[in-house]
């Protein structure tokens, strides 16, 4: 497709052009298994473990607590399922009420299997209160799971800080970083936390690639047995994508953060524009503590399925919600869960890319303003 001004990267991204040509040759001629002790496996070995010694580095861990997935759903599932396995005797979970639909659904899998689960709630901006966090704590609580920042609204949540909690409690802590990682800086070791996913295709990799890092010396239970991933997850290795997420980190670390910097400059004029061109609009989210790259944003009368299907037209791709969500019509849990008058403002979810420039931002602004005031009229 041509001409079309992608702005829904939260949903998933666009392969990078170097990326696809690492794996390529994997695709091809390289077909070797990295298991098998002649060269032609072992060459390819070799790249895998690139691709981790990258993935490592980026999250400031070692290279033997990376294992490569095959999602971040698979990921976030084996962390909580690994905990569960572990410490059979603990039946507490203490999580939020705004995570990703993998770890929602494991969770009431559990409540159903005679796990007590605490949702914490979030105000109004998404903000979660680690009064109540500590308050919910018993003798019998196995793990805190919150992610780190929230697909939908943006919002960075405290990891340090619930880190330390769980540290001081002795409890397991995960966390999915599935849209924070390559945005934000991520350093395992300052945050105290045992588990963390990530995804390949929210970082310009492909999808069906995904990390599981597990902190040494946490109990760890293997879910898909076999021998791969030193005996952490068998099953032979997705050699190309492996490769392929190994170069989009690589990009990651050389660009050392100066795209966070650019693409919240071009969010905030994005917002800024909005608000002084249009009445009556709400904007989601923690304003102190948001990724760089997302705003959830509404316009009062306006519904945002209407407006959603009006940008299409014009070649502009939003969302309205979670894109795993998006086959439901009630509202995400996330914006449910923060009692918004959605029927007066729903919003549109716009995230932003390394491939999002100025020119799309000011061609998306003129455009949402027409449409804005066609609607109202
Ligand atoms: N966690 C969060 C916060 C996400 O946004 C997503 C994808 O939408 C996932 C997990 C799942 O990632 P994957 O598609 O790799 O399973």
Request: net charge negative; proline share 3%.
């Amino acid at each position: 497709m041509n001409n079309i001004i992608y702005l829904d990267n939260n949903a998933t991204t666009k392969i990078d052009s170097d990326v696809l040509e690492v794996m390529l040759p994997y695709l091809k001629e390289d077909y070797g298994n990295p298991s098998s002790i002649y060269s032609f496996g072992k060459s390819v070995k070799d790249k895998i473990t690139d691709a981790r010694r990258n993935v490592a580095k980026l999250i400031n861990a070692k290279e033997d607590e990376i294992i490569f997935t095959s999602c971040a759903s698979e990921s976030n599932v084996t962390a909580i399922m690994s905990a569960t396995k572990e410490y059979p005797d603990k039946r507490h979970i203490i999580t939020t009420s705004v995570e990703h639909a993998s770890i929602m659904e494991t969770m009431k899998y559990l409540e159903n299997n005679g796990y007590r689960i605490t949702y914490l709630e979030v105000d109004s901006n998404g903000k979660l209160n680690l009064d109540e966090l500590k308050k919910s704590i018993t003798s019998d609580t196995l793990l805190i799971a919150v992610q780190m920042a929230n697909n939908e609204i943006g919002n960075i949540y405290p990891i340090e800080e619930i880190g330390k909690i769980a540290k001081d409690n002795n409890i397991l802590f995960h966390t999915d970083s599935v849209q924070a990682v390559g945005k934000i800086k991520i350093d395992v070791e300052k945050l105290n936390i045992n588990t963390l996913s990530i995804s390949g295709h929210k970082i310009h990799a492909p999808k069906g690639i995904g990390v599981l890092y597990v902190k040494s010396n946490t109990p760890y239970h293997q879910l898909i047995f076999g021998h791969q991933e030193k005996n952490r997850r068998g099953g032979t290795e997705n050699v190309p994508y492996i490769i392929g997420l190994g170069k989009a980190v690589e990009k990651i670390l050389l660009d050392d953060y100066k795209e966070s910097k650019r693409l919240q400059l071009l969010r905030d004029k994005l917002e800024q524009e909005i608000l002084n061109n249009i009445d009556d609009v709400v904007i989601y989210g923690d304003k102190e503590n948001r990724m760089p790259s997302t705003t959830s944003i509404a316009f009062k009368g306006v519904s945002a399925e209407v407006l959603m299907l009006r940008l299409e037209a014009f070649g502009i791709y939003v969302s309205t919600g979670s894109a795993c969500n998006s086959e439901i019509a009630e509202p995400s849990h996330v914006l449910t869960s923060l009692k918004a008058d959605l029927e007066n403002y729903s919003p549109i979810r716009i995230s932003l890319s390394k491939y999002t420039t100025e020119e799309d931002i000011d061609t998306f602004i003129k455009s949402l303003i027409n449409i804005i005031n066609m609607i109202r009229k």
